[in-house]
């Protein structure tokens, strides 16, 4: 009921940057904490960025200076702002989002279908 729409993905050099959204639609009462994920081949799922609903914001330390994690409120979109890309970068992206379906309603936790970031040397 909860969809989430990621977009932006991309091949870049090392160097560059890249801008990933990520919007929820569906049936949304509230939004909380959204975050972006990652999986790099023979790599387990990490988190690169996360935010919460008050603009509160962490981020792995391989990313600390070169990503910037924002949200739209009005728009339920949460954005990955990546520049200073690097071939260790490239990996699955995946957008992640949790809140309630109504207001005081059953929560969710809902994974977006994973957008690909290349990096080449």
């Known amino acids: 009921q909860v969809h989430l729409v990621e977009s932006g993905g991309g091949l870049v050099h090392t160097g560059g940057s890249l801008r990933l959204s990520c919007a929820a639609s569906?049936?949304?009462?509230?939004?909380?904490?959204m975050g972006w994920y990652r999986q790099a081949p023979g790599e387990e799922r990490e988190l690169v960025a996360l935010i919460t609903s008050g603009g509160n914001s962490n981020y792995a330390d391989s990313v600390k200076g070169r990503f910037t994690i924002s949200r739209d409120n009005a728009k339920n979109t949460v954005y990955l702002q990546m520049n200073s890309l690097k071939p260790e970068d490239t990996a699955i992206y995946y957008c992640?989002?949790?809140?309630?379906?109504?207001?005081?309603?059953?929560?969710?936790?809902?994974w977006g279908a994973g957008t690909m970031v290349t990096v080449s040397s």
């Open positions: 569906g049936s949304i009462g509230s939004l909380n904490n």
């Open positions: 992640n989002a949790k809140g309630t379906t109504r207001w005081y309603g059953p929560s969710f936790d809902t």
